[in-house]
């Protein structure tokens, strides 16, 4: 094993050198006290000046204050060459999840403070204090024991945005058993698929949801997958309070299941290296992989970003609206809020459509400090052009955080003047499945908020922009996006990170003149056409000038002559939209801004894009129907959330080629 690198303050002699360890001891005091109040640039600077020169310490000290640990760990992290090369971090540590989320709050002044409010689209409310939620979690631990399962063993669990869930994967964590989180969108094949890669001892799960008002029975689904896997799944269901046609068959109730449990149960001192969860990527970009990620980097992360980028305090109220499933869910709706004290709120349903509440009811209700959303919901709920501060009260509301994709200069500029009213933060920030949480972001300490930047890296997070030799770009010039030093939050990989062997992210970025980072697409997301090589995520953000557009989507299709071409959808916010005109209009944007041979080849005005369960847009879908493919019922639409529209879709794309 190699150890870490000793660094200037380790090569001093700790017995007999004074100055030494009063370097230290201010070292670390710096660290704490501008991570605990991260209010300017300068303490910014000076917190990634530490991370970059003292990495070890720094990391070592954030976690030793920020955490419970039950044994101290050896080192922050481990640089280990064998067979095979891996990162390890805070080996010989023992920490758990559970713990730190609940029980650490239960000493002090915030036992009896909301750690959880659900609300449903009905109007339905559920609130728990820290120490109902503790016992809620106590009560789910031993009936998991009583049903078998045991460390390491795997649980699945496959629910909406319930108390529930969120109950269910902290027990998992509580007994170190590995929650896998499968979101309740996916279709009964896609769930045996998954199943059946992971193979569960148990499925945790929910016979239904609400979503439009519209009942989504998903004991269909459950059935369906426990058809198609070759083994016994046992199945403990949460049985809602609508009709259900359709009976899961041979399943244990939630109720029954937690009966006449204990309301308290000692939590194991799992290993910092144990498995935290499992959790599958997005399938825009192919078939789903699982993650796997490990406890005492996970948690680490998942605290000081939701620390650093809300700036948020114990007290706070952080309504993140990302679905079950997704990494966001786990990093800043669970870990990250309830192991910083805050209040967390989960809505089940959609907030947008002619039925249901807005945002701005639950923010005003549930006086909502700091609200995370993608903004695809932002560009839905602008189009409805209500007047927000006639209707409601939002000005609980300190910062909005979007992400998950590059948010608009309109919606951007909308937020900051209709939402916000110029008193608040507009955020955004970068992180995927891999990072666990986020890595860039445009910190309210820096004061530096650009439309459609994602800001900076992380105080510890190290990333370049890499053009397609290695070298790092230059300002202004798109690359691939790269980590090249450890983070915390990085998935279990079997390789060291550094500068001279990075981790690609897949995503193209960019950096202005100010250090910030722009995200521009994806690195598979490019074509050649008639020799030429043309991004078309730079196609899209061309487009997207026009300010009578909400959704772009550019696609490569099959082209006869050219091999590809580019076919282009988009939905407007008018409906009197002169379409030819708009057509022309595009075509010449994209002929000034990038050349006429980038020109799309057909332009098409559609009411409604698909999008995947975590608000993407699902290109793959659209590049396939633009291809002209005889037989689109062949076409895999599991990953996709409003699989409804698809005939409609059809429909109208079949209508616009003709007139194209």
């Not at 927000?388 to 919606?411: A, K, M, T, W």
Request: glycine share 6%.
């Amino acid at each position: 094993m190699t150890q870490p690198k000793p660094n200037n303050y380790e090569n001093a002699p700790k017995d007999t050198n004074s100055e030494y360890n009063a370097s230290i001891s201010t070292l670390k005091k710096e660290i704490i006290g501008y991570s605990e109040n991260l209010e300017t640039k300068d303490h910014y600077d000076k917190l990634c000046c530490i991370a970059a020169r003292e990495p070890h310490l720094f990391w070592e000290t954030l976690a030793e204050h920020f955490l419970v640990w039950d044994k101290r760990f050896k080192a922050s992290f481990v640089e280990e060459y064998n067979t095979e090369s891996m990162l390890r971090w805070f080996p010989g540590g023992k920490i758990n999840i559970s713990a730190n989320c609940l029980d650490r709050h239960l000493l002090g002044e915030y036992f009896d403070s909301k750690a959880l409010i659900w609300e449903s689209e009905e109007g339905s409310e559920r609130h728990f204090t820290f120490l109902q939620l503790s016992k809620a979690v106590c009560q789910a631990g031993n009936a998991l024991l009583d049903s078998g399962v045991c460390l390491n063993d795997i649980v699945a669990i496959y629910m909406p945005l319930i108390p529930e869930a969120i109950i269910t994967i902290l027990a998992c964590n509580r007994i170190g058993a590995i929650p896998c989180i499968l979101y309740s969108g996916i279709s009964g094949l896609a769930l045996a698929h998954r199943l059946s890669d992971c193979n569960p001892k148990l499925l945790v799960a929910a016979d239904g949801t609400l979503h439009n008002k519209k009942f989504i029975d998903l004991a269909v689904n459950i059935n369906s997958a426990l058809e198609n896997i070759e083994f016994n799944l046992p199945v403990v269901l949460v049985e809602r309070e609508w009709n259900r046609p359709i009976k899961v068959t041979n399943h244990i109730s939630w109720n029954s299941w937690i009966e006449g449990k204990m309301s308290d149960l000692p939590y194991v001192r799992t290993q910092s290296e144990d498995t935290a969860f499992m959790i599958y990527t997005s399938g825009t970009t192919g078939k789903p992989k699982l993650v796997v990620h490990k406890i005492g980097g996970i948690l680490v992360s998942c605290h000081l970003t939701t620390l650093w980028c809300f700036n948020a305090k114990p007290g706070d109220v952080l309504w993140c609206t990302a679905d079950l499933g997704w990494i966001t869910s786990l990093a800043h709706v669970i870990y990250g809020p309830l192991s910083n004290g805050l209040t967390t709120v989960i809505y089940e349903g959609s907030f947008i459509g002619p039925y249901c509440p807005l945002p701005w009811s639950i923010i005003q209700r549930h006086q909502v400090t700091h609200w995370k959303t993608a903004p695809s919901a932002i560009r839905a709920l602008r189009n409805q052009q209500i007047c927000i501060s006639n209707s409601y009260n939002v000005d609980s509301l300190r910062l909005v955080f979007c992400s998950g994709e590059p948010l608009d200069h309109q919606s951007w500029l909308w937020i900051q003047d209709q939402v916000l009213k110029h008193r608040g933060f507009m955020v955004d920030g970068w992180g995927q499945t891999e990072t666990c949480s986020t890595m860039l972001c445009s910190l309210p300490c820096l004061a530096l908020m650009k439309p459609s930047g994602v800001g900076k890296p992380l105080p510890g997070a190290h990333m370049q922009i890499a053009t397609g030799s290695g070298n790092q770009s230059n300002t202004g010039h798109t690359g691939l996006l790269q980590i090249v030093g450890p983070w915390p939050g990085l998935m279990s990989l079997a390789t060291i990170i550094s500068p001279q062997n990075p981790f690609s992210t897949g995503d193209l970025a960019c950096k202005d003149h100010d250090g910030l980072f722009y995200i521009v697409g994806r690195n598979d997301n490019v074509l050649n056409m008639s020799g030429h090589r043309i991004s078309l995520a730079e196609v899209e953000q061309v487009i997207k000038q026009n300010s009578d557009l909400l959704d772009v989507a550019a696609v490569a299709r099959k082209h006869n002559i050219r091999g590809q071409s580019i076919a282009v959808f988009v939905t407007t916010d008018s409906f009197a939209t002169d379409i030819d005109k708009l057509r022309l209009d595009l075509k010449n944007i994209v002929a000034n801004f990038i050349g006429r041979y980038a020109m799309p080849t057909e332009i098409h005005v559609v009411s409604e894009l698909p999008k995947t369960h975590n608000g993407k847009i699902a290109r793959g879908y659209l590049s396939t129907l633009a291809s002209k493919v005889d037989n689109l019922a062949t076409i895999d639409n599991s990953m996709i959330k409003n699989i409804s529209i698809l005939r409609k879709l059809e429909q109208e794309y079949l209508i616009s080629a003709h007139l194209t």
